[in-house]
């Protein structure tokens, strides 16, 4: 494994580091929701940063759970303090399907404004890139409906979208590094004097 590929691997974990730790707490009882929230907001927060700060690249997916990981808790508690808690039950009852709703909203923007997309991968040619980005927006467009459908269960409202999209997504970027690799080897053959 590259150093470039232990350091995705890295980001990966770094960046899936608040809503892991925000579950570990709140669905260990080991602290309440509202505890388990703002760790899961804070650690978001850090990471956004750090990641920024150092110019590493977002994984798409996880950049829109850690936005919403970073939003939904102060916007919970604000509006329980802002007398709607109604609202705000509302949004907790429905955060597995706001988080793909976070996912779909960042994916439409890194569609039309990032350099890499929604797949985000660099060095794609452009209609590729949009083809790319444009699947994994429907399939997070999909995945809004499905989990809602779905509110029952956590495994098929939240689950099942979210092993479609990273899955999806990481058959896009091997699919294209495929390519590209193969288009490297096509080269060096002929570039190799006496090549048979």
Not at 32 to 52: F, K, N, P
Request: aromatic share 6%.
């Amino acid at each position: 494994m590259t150093g470039s590929q232990q350091r995705e691997w890295v980001t990966g974990i770094l960046e899936s580091l608040p809503s892991v730790t925000f579950l570990a707490l709140w669905r260990g009882d080991l602290v309440g929701l509202e505890a388990a929230g703002w760790t899961g907001c804070g650690l978001a927060a850090a990471v956004l940063l750090a990641l920024r700060l150092r110019r590493t690249p977002f994984d798409p997916i996880l950049l829109g759970i850690n936005l919403h990981m970073l939003v939904i808790t102060p916007l919970v508690v604000g509006l329980f303090h802002a007398g709607q808690p109604a609202l705000a039950g509302t949004l907790v009852d429905t955060a597995q399907t706001g988080v793909l709703v976070a996912i779909l909203a960042v994916g439409a923007a890194l569609t039309l404004f990032a350099p890499r997309g929604f797949v985000g991968i660099a060095g794609l040619p452009t209609g590729a890139r949009r083809g790319y980005s444009l699947l994994l927006l429907a399939v997070a467009g999909a995945a809004v409906p499905w989990s809602l459908a779905h509110a029952g269960s956590a495994l098929m409202s939240i689950g099942v979208p979210l092993m479609a999209l990273f899955g999806l997504r990481r058959y896009l970027v091997a699919r294209w590094q495929d390519k590209a690799g193969d288009g490297d080897r096509a080269l060096a053959a002929m570039a190799a004097p006496g090549g048979d």
